[in-house]
């Protein structure tokens, strides 16, 4: 099957009058199809028919796989609890020292989980063939900080540069293969999720975290294969930086304006975001998404590159009429104001 | 510049080795312990606290500066101990039962000590009722507890409700934090107070005990 031009499918994203909604949603769709997340993390045949059970009750402008932070982690050798309905978590760090960074060994893709989530996209690509199939995988510095620990790498920036730099160079080594073989399996495009890349200050993330994420993006992105960047965090001072990586898009997530975001960012790159995935689409009422949904669409509308989504990974549990009511918030939306 | 701001200073910069040096030497030129503790470390952890609020400096710095306080009160303590320094307040804090996450709960545990608190860390999956013997074990005044996962901040309310069933509930202060919190949950479950973020966290703990000693 011909590859889809993402190239023009992002400008087309970009100059239509109406825009679908692009919420980060693949986890919500067990729901659809009776299993728990347990399962689903572990199969890649079940990912697929969550994915594509989600992309046929919502008419999502993209369909995602699922942003789980712990995949990458875990091929490298971190242990990793599992829970029956939330995503995995990373327990322990597994690298402490510079030794330990010299013998960490970049493992082939396809170690552990991962096959499953490359076996995913394929499937999901194949099923899934009205709208483009993104892959999500974690951001090098995020990965780099499960490796490490999340809050001793903030020390160790400052304190052993050399050696984040050392475990930030094998992570990105192992995330350009895993993005090249996400392409390979049929993925339109991947979302990098690098959250814990928001914590730092511009400085930081301008040597620990753009110029990796850089390369992945050099390595793998072409008109049939786009690179969207994600980051939930506060990153209204770290724009400028985050520029830097000249993405085919950015999603944001609650904790900044996205106003403020649309007016700092590149008119050619697609912005999206930031309904409040926890306080609003998971805990919320469908009255309250509806609100936020028809308050953010009315502030933000008149930036050509703005699509409305999540502010991040929708969560398991998410009502499926809160999901129901964002996307009939958004139709409604665009209804009105094309009448 | 004074011994007691150049504390604060380097405090402020991260620097630790320099902290411990400058701490050992303000103690062999016989200053007030308390001075020490007061003007020097937490005097320059507050002013970490007050510029990480107003986003001029950023997680990792105020971490590396609560390393800097935790290498000068390594040297402070024993000195502190003997004068029967007391605390502004005594906090146990954790994660809570099913969650695994601790940025945001090491960050209020640096700024709880740096605004004088004592800090008992529980870690995190912390049980409902360990928070509690934990409060009553180490006499605490504040029950703090972090969540980042929505379908773990359910276990908050669990806390609360056998803090009710124990008949201790008016016995603590129960402070709640964390991503998919807010403060209309911590009505819903009738926690105490919900703060966004580490720096308010220790703003109101430190006025919660100022209250607490007022009516005493």
């Known amino acids: ?339 | 510049m004074s011994l007691i701001q150049e504390i604060s200073d380097k405090l402020q910069g991260g620097k630790a080795k320099e902290v411990k040096i400058l701490v050992q030497q303000a103690l062999d030129e016989e200053r007030d312990p308390k001075e020490i503790l007061n003007e020097g470390l937490l005097n320059g952890m507050m002013a970490v606290g007050a510029r990480f609020k107003n986003n001029e400096i950023f997680v990792p710095e105020v971490l590396v500066a609560a390393r800097a306080m935790n290498a000068g009160l390594t040297i402070l303590e024993p000195k502190l101990t003997e004068i029967g320094n007391e605390p502004v307040g005594k906090a146990v804090i954790g994660t809570v039962q099913g969650d695994l996450h601790d940025i945001g709960k090491n960050l209020v545990i640096m700024m709880l000590k740096g605004a004088g608190f004592e800090v008992c860390d529980l870690g995190v999956d912390v049980e409902p009722d360990t928070f509690i013997d934990k409060a009553e074990e180490f006499e605490a005044d504040i029950i703090c507890m972090s969540a980042l996962l929505t379908t773990t901040m359910p276990k908050m309310k669990d806390c609360i409700e056998r803090l009710q069933e124990r008949d201790l509930r008016d016995k603590y202060i129960v402070m709640i934090g964390g991503a998919p919190v807010n403060e209309s949950f911590a009505k819903q479950i009738e926690a105490d107070y919900y703060t966004p973020d580490a720096a308010s966290a220790a703003e109101v703990a430190r006025k919660i005990m100022e209250e607490k000693k007022a009516h005493v």
């Open chain 1, 1 to 339: 099957m011909m590859k889809r031009n993402m190239t023009k499918w992002m400008q087309d994203k970009i100059t239509a009058s109406v825009k679908e909604a692009m919420p980060i949603l693949s986890f919500p769709g067990i729901q659809l199809i009776g299993h728990t997340v347990e399962e689903l993390v572990q199969d890649g045949h079940l990912q697929a028919m969550c994915m594509d059970a989600a992309a046929k009750h919502f008419q999502t402008a993209e369909a995602f796989g699922l942003m789980d932070l712990s995949v990458e982690a875990e091929a490298f050798g971190s242990p990793v609890k599992y829970s029956e309905n939330e995503v995995p978590t990373v327990t322990a760090a597994l690298v402490h020292d510079m030794r330990e960074a010299e013998m960490l060994k970049v493992p082939e893709v396809g170690a552990k989980r991962t096959g499953q989530y490359i076996r995913a996209i394929k499937e999901a690509s194949d099923l899934i063939t009205d709208r483009p199939v993104l892959a999500g995988m974690i951001g090098p510095y995020s990965l780099a900080g499960r490796l490490l620990d999340m809050t001793e790498i903030m020390i160790l920036c400052y304190e052993e540069p050399e050696l984040v730099e050392k475990v930030l160079t094998k992570a990105t080594e192992f995330l350009i293969s895993y993005a090249r073989a996400f392409k390979a399996a049929g993925a339109d495009g991947i979302v990098i999720a690098e959250p814990a890349a928001g914590l730092l200050s511009p400085a930081m993330i301008g040597e620990f975290s753009t110029p990796y994420v850089r390369k992945i993006r050099d390595a793998v992105r072409e008109d049939s294969f786009i690179v969207l960047y994600h980051n939930c965090g506060n990153v209204i001072p770290l724009l400028d930086n985050i520029r830097e990586i000249e993405a085919d898009g950015y999603s944001f997530g609650n904790a900044v304006d996205m106003e403020e975001v649309l007016r700092n960012m590149p008119k050619d790159s697609l912005i999206i975001g930031n309904i409040d995935p926890a306080g609003v689409l998971r805990n919320g009422t469908p009255e309250l998404v509806r609100e936020e949904v028809t308050a953010l669409l009315q502030r933000c509308h008149g930036y050509p590159n703005f699509v409305i989504s999540s502010g991040c990974d929708i969560p398991p549990g998410t009502p499926m009429q809160n999901m129901q009511a964002l996307m009939e918030a958004a139709e409604e939306f665009y209804r009105k104001i094309e009448c």
